[in-house]
């Protein structure tokens, strides 16, 4: 277990969250959280409380789109909304070269580079959300408010 607390993804987004408020805490799990279903049924919680951090490509820059975990991206909302034909899903590799993450532990902050985020209104509907904290085994738990303060994302409608 320490040695996964000791990964350098993990200490960033723990830097970051400490920064912000000390008293955000990094919650280790026994079991994976890599996808919104496995981190729902680890923490006994609704799927749709679980945010999902995707990474899209636009007109070959990034942007990253946090969703509720029961809930799909819409690309035509997001082309629409951003005014871009070329909007699509990042490459695993892109995901780790701009975030610093693997697929499975991208967490909302803590990035290598500086990215701009989307959050869908629906994650609002959850007082408390529990996103991905640098490792399959890693989340925190964070209000709305926080989340939309620590990311200084932008709320939007970009789910179906």
Known sequence: MEKILNKEPVKRVEECLKKFDDKLKILLLDTTARTAIDA???L???VGAIVKSLLFRVNGSFLIC??????????KKLKKILEKKDV?????EEVKENT???IGGVAPVGH???INI?????????E??????GHPNCIFKINYSQLTKITNGSEKEITE
């Open 66 to 75: 946090l969703i509720a975990g029961d809930r799909r991206c819409s690309l």
């Open 44 to 46: 006994k919680c609704e």
């Open 40 to 42: 729902a049924n680890s």
């Open 88 to 92: 699509s899903m990042a490459s695993a």
């Open 100 to 102: 610093g993450f693997s």
């Open 128 to 133: 408390y959300v529990f996103a991905a904290e």
């Open 118 to 126: 989307l959050i869908d209104k629906s994650l609002s509907r959850f």
């Open 112 to 114: 290598i580079k500086k």
